[in-house]
Structure formats: structure tokens, C-alpha cells
């Protein structure tokens, strides 16, 4: 008599189907983790077997033995935060991105991010210059005609608004949304987030771009007498001024990756300064005519430049050699570079973004987006914007400032528990380490003297 086994159907069987499928997602699972630790890894592993010394051997294994669990810790880590990758427009069959228009990509996507989108009308007083603060909730507008504003975009809550009576050049956010710097028609002067002046900067004179370096608490100024001065805001001492010896410049920009000062001048020559010499460190001649706007990625090795030329040049800072270049049917009067590596170019009334435009050159833009009225002054990518399908592009029109014009970008940067650079949303009352530090200047610049 034989006693029949169990059949396809039965528990054992689906018990050991079970198994064998809990099995294969965990040997994916496994290798998914592997892949993610391989990112976190910092440098190949230490040769513990060739190592003789027993003590010494000891602390290598445990020093390996923390990197590893470090990685896989960073690893799960951004497993459970981080789940998905940046959301990018896809084209299907024949269609292009840039064919895309901004009413089309608005209609498709959430109520929250569509919210974000507005304009604002201000052609009386314009034309004007932004500016965002480094966590990217609070914006500076900056009219010719003397218009000062301090909003928080996010909720519409406007701090202030001054009409200085006076011709504004540039305006620029200083450590935080409680102070900002113009350049008016013949001194820098710094205002508090009521916008009450708080200091005057007699030092600096007949100024036409701005630029801060967090990091050193430093104003850069230079303008029609081609002299780049640094000014410490912690003291309100002027620690450095440089003769470019190059005639007026209007082009000024930083390096965020080291906060070098980026200068392009009539010359068609891109000069770089710190604060501590005299003589800028690197003098690249880029174009065969005047450089109209520069800019640097968040790495510090891409630079691009645009000149009367008509050209757009891309270069590896590592090298000073040009990558690739790209021409324009007008010369692009500014270009910004998001956290994201995307490349924004503007001239006249139309706006072209690129992806992936820094490593290889690319055949056709991103997006493209021409303005309805007026003329293209600036724009800035919005820093840390959350979402995860759009980065915010911000133009400074002459007829009026218009929000959200360029819509249909991935974000600008991927928010991270950590940031290596700042929290992105400081919470209130408790902002950030840097903080402190810039309450205690509230005190330092109404105490000194003009300069």
C-alpha cells in the first residue's frame, strides 16, 4: 500500500513557494542594498592581511568595521528618505520636451506645486534684480526706480517694502533673510528685515553688482571704478580692495565650491580673486568680446560664460581648458546653473534651459520659454526647492517681474537629512548654527562707523 504524496495544491507545496518567492526578494533586496552601500563607501578597503603589527591590525579591522556599518546605516538610510529619483519631463514617440509649453506642464500636475506658480506685476519700477536666500523661502526684489521688497514666496507674506528714491543696481541677501545689501546710486547701504537702513557703506562707491560669501561673511562690490572690495559684515571692516585695472565691471559672480570671485570684463577676459592677493589668481581670456554674465556649478568644475559673441562656453575649472560651446541667435545677457547641474540661458524675451549640458554637449535645449512682454534682466534657480517634479526659475522682466516663467525643470537639489552646505528649513525659533552669529552683527553694524 503506498501513501500518495502531497499534491501541487497542497499546504507544503504553497509553504514552499512561499519560501523560495521570500527568498529571491530578499536576494534582490540584498543586492539593491549592495549597490546603494557602494556609494556611501569612502575609498577602497585597507590591506588588514598584509598589515604585521597586531595592535595596529586591531584598529584597522575596527576602523573598517565602522566605515562599513557607516555605509550601510547612509545606505538604508537613503533607502527610507530619499525613495525615488528626481522626476524629469519625458517626451513620447515624436514629441520634444521643449516643445512643451508652461500652461501644459502646470495643467498636469499637483494642486501644491501649481500654487507655486504666479506672476507679479510691476512695471513702474522696474527693471528689476532678485535675489533668494540660501535656504530658498525668502526672495529680495530690487527695482531700478528705487523699489526694495522682502517676501516670503512660499506663503505670500511680504516683510517689507521701501522706496528708497534712488537708483537700485543690485540688491543681495546677506547671511539670512534679516539683512540685505543694495547698491544704490553712489553707496552700498544694508537694511534690516523691516526695512530700516541699518549701515552705510561709503566705501564702497558707484557700485554695480554685488555677491556674499557665506561662509566668510563677506561682501564683494564692484562697479564703474573696476575696484572689488571686500567688506567682513560680522565687523564692518573692509578687509580687502582689489584694482582689476581692467576699466568698469558688471559682471560679478562666486564659486560656491570654494568662494572664489568670478569677474568678466570688457576684455573679454574672466578674472578670479580672494580676498588675500592683489593680483587674481587665474586670467582667462574666454570670448572675442565682452563677457556679458558668468557662472560656476556647485562642484567647482564647470564654469560657463557668455559673451557679445554670441557664444556660450562651457569650461573645465580643473583644467581651464573649454569643454563644448554652444551659440545663441543673441548674445545671452545672463546664464545660473542649479544644484541640479541644469544650465539656464537667456536673452531678449526668451529663457532656454539645458540638462546635462556640463559634461556633454546636447543637440536640442530642455525647455524653452519665450516671455510675453519686456525684456529678460536676471534670473536665479530657487535653491532647495522640495518638490519633486519642478525647480523654480525666477525672471526679472523690464516691464514686470514674472514668477515661475520657467516651471517644466527636475529640482534644483535632492534635500537630504544632512545638507553638507545648510538645513534647508530652519525651523523658528531655533534656526541653525549660523544663526548666533548673525544676531550678534544686529549689534556690530549699528555700532561702527561708516567706512
Not at 538610510?77 to 513620447?92: F, H, K, R, S, V
Not at 568670478?262 to 588675500?276: F, I
Not at 556633454?360 to 512682454?373: A, D, F, I, V, W
Request: with cysteine; proline share 6%.
Amino acid at each position: 500500500m503506498e501513501l500518495a504524496g502531497p499534491g501541487p495544491g497542497s499546504e507544503a507545496d504553497q509553504r514552499m513557494q512561499a519560501e523560495t518567492a521570500n527568498r529571491g526578494v530578499k536576494r534582490k533586496r540584498r543586492k539593491e542594498l549592495n549597490q546603494k552601500v557602494a556609494k556611501f563607501k569612502r575609498g577602497e578597503p585597507i590591506q588588514i592581511k598584509q598589515i604585521s603589527d597586531k595592535k595596529l591590525k586591531g584598529k584597522m579591522r575596527h576602523t573598517e568595521r565602522l566605515s562599513s556599518e557607516a555605509a550601510v546605516a547612509a545606505a538604508k538610510t537613503d533607502e527610507w528618505l530619499l525613495p525615488a529619483e528626481a522626476g524629469t519631463l519625458e517626451a513620447e514617440g515624436m514629441e520634444r520636451t521643449w516643445r512643451f509649453s508652461q500652461a501644459a506642464v502646470v495643467d498636469e500636475v499637483e494642486i501644491g506645486a501649481s500654487r507655486k506658480v504666479f506672476d507679479l506685476r510691476l512695471g513702474e519700477l522696474g527693471p528689476y534684480n532678485i535675489d533668494f536666500s540660501r535656504s530658498g523661502r525668502y526672495m529680495l526684489l530690487g527695482g531700478q526706480k528705487g523699489h526694495l521688497g522682502l517676501m516670503d514666496w512660499q506663503s505670500g507674506h511680504t516683510f517689507c517694502e521701501v522706496q528708497v528714491k534712488e537708483t537700485v543696481r543690485d540688491v543681495k541677501l546677506l547671511h539670512n533673510e534679516q539683512f540685505f545689501a543694495a547698491a544704490q546710486k553712489k553707496y552700498v547701504y544694508i537694511y534690516d528685515k523691516r526695512g530700516l537702513e541699518v549701515h552705510c557703506l561709503k566705501g564702497h562707491t558707484d557700485v554695480r553688482r554685488l555677491e556674499f560669501l557665506p561662509y566668510h561673511f563677506l561682501l564683494a562690490s564692484v562697479g564703474d571704478l573696476g575696484v572689488l572690495r571686500f567688506q567682513d559684515t560680522s565687523t564692518g571692516q573692509t578687509v580687502a580692495q582689489h584694482r582689476t585695472k581692467m576699466g568698469p565691471c558688471n559682471v560679478l559672480r562666486q564659486n560656491p565650491h570654494n568662494a572664489v570671485s568670478l569677474m568678466g570684463h570688457a576684455q573679454g577676459v574672466v578674472t578670479m580673486w580672494t580676498p588675500n592677493m592683489s593680483t587674481p589668481v587665474i586670467k582667462m581670456l574666454t570670448h572675442r568680446g565682452p563677457v556679458l554674465s558668468v557662472t560656476a556649478d556647485t562642484t567647482g568644475h564647470h564654469m560657463v560664460t557668455t559673451g557679445a559673441d554670441g557664444q556660450v562656453k562651457v569650461w573645465d575649472l580643473r583644467t581651464y581648458q573649454p569643454l563644448h560651446a554652444y551659440f545663441s541667435p543673441s548674445p545671452a545677457t545672463w546664464c545660473d546653473i542649479s544644484q541640479r547641474g541644469l544650465l539656464a540661458v537667456g536673452w531678449g524675451r526668451r529663457v532656454n534651459v539645458w540638462k546635462d549640458a556640463l559634461t556633454n554637449k546636447q543637440k536640442s535645449p530642455y525647455m524653452t520659454h519665450n516671455l510675453q512682454g519686456g525684456q529678460l534682466r536676471d534670473f536665479h534657480f530657487c535653491p532647495y526647492e522640495l518638490k519633486p517634479v519642478f525647480s523654480r526659475l525666477s525672471c526679472g522682466l523690464r516691464m514686470c517681474w514674472q514668477w515661475g516663467t520657467v516651471v517644466g525643470c527636475p529640482p534644483c537639489w535632492s534635500p537630504a537629512l544632512e545638507s553638507p552646505t545648510l538645513t534647508a528649513m530652519w525651523p523658528t525659533p531655533t534656526r541653525g548654527p549660523g544663526h548666533a552669529r548673525s544676531r550678534k552683527c544686529i549689534c556690530c553694524w549699528t555700532s561702527c562707523s561708516p567706512t
